[in-house]
T-cell receptor
Framework: GNSVTQMEGPVTLSEEAFLTINCTYTATGYPSLFWYVQYPGEGLQLLLKATKADDKGSNKGFEATYRKETTSFHLEKGSVQVSDSAVYFCALIETSGSRLTFGEGTQLTVNP | DTGVSQNPRHKITKRGQNVTFRCDPISEHNRLYWYRQTLGQGPEFLTYFQNEAQLEKSRLLSDRFSAERPKGSFSTLEIQRTEQGDSAMYLC????????????FGEGSRLTVL
């Protein structure tokens, strides 16, 4: 079956530091890949996505590239802000599927 | 506010009682999903509706759980004879179906079973 594995967390950084959150996946077909973010007290919201190999998703300074050869979709940001403190979830969906499969989430805390 | 709305936001109940959660999706969305999230874990898929039809159910959805979407608009998730293991955040999401995997989530309904 499908699965998503995220780097063990939590992650604590200082403002303006570089962020990487690792995500690897297992899927039987050619899934679409997503990063969702959950800010404190809010519902999950889509951050970015990539639908095929070598696609790069980007939003709000965050980027992730769909690497089929390494089955990875790592999230990066060059300079984090305190407002980026949240839980980040990597997820996938099969091409003909209806359900998102999520990773366990990574808590990010950015200190001023 | 035209986002996904869930009620109640918090529910505390005693073991063995029945509880019902309601989800009002974004009005033009024909797809509705229920997920369950426990502390420190990612959301786990429970079930999915397209309009009023329940098209997929997870093995996590035991026979004590039932979900409906009678008119293809709001949905309810009922848990009968609650157990302590049912304590979790129940998330509802909706989508238009035009962009696979792009879901809009509500803030969730937290269930605590004593």
């Amino acid at each position: 079956g499908n699965s998503v594995t995220q780097m063990e967390g939590p992650v604590t950084l200082s403002e303006e530091a570089f962020l990487t959150i690792n995500c690897t996946y297992t899927a039987t077909g050619y899934p679409s890949l997503f990063w969702y973010v959950q800010y404190p007290g809010e519902g999950l919201q889509l951050l970015l996505k990539a639908t095929k190999a070598d696609d790069k998703g980007s939003n709000k300074g965050f980027e992730a590239t769909y690497r089929k050869e390494t089955t990875s979709f790592h999230l990066e940001k060059g300079s984090v802000q305190v407002s980026d403190s949240a839980v980040y979830f990597c997820a996938l969906i099969e091409t003909s599927g209806s359900r998102l499969t999520f990773g366990e989430g990574t808590q990010l805390t950015v200190n001023p | 506010d035209t986002g996904v709305s869930q009620n109640p936001r918090h529910k505390i109940t005693k073991r063995g009682q029945n509880v019902t959660f309601r989800c009002d999706p974004i009005s033009e969305h024909n797809r509705l999903y229920w997920y369950r999230q426990t502390l420190g874990q990612g959301p786990e898929f429970l079930t999915y509706f397209q309009n009023e039809a329940q098209l997929e159910k997870s093995r996590l959805l035991s026979d004590r759980f039932s979900a409906e979407r009678p008119k293809g608009s709001f949905s309810t998730l009922e848990i009968q004879r609650t157990e302590q293991g049912d304590s979790a955040m129940y998330l509802c999401a909706s989508s238009s179906g035009l962009a696979t995997g792009e879901l809009f989530f509500g803030e969730g309904s937290r269930l605590t079973v004593l």
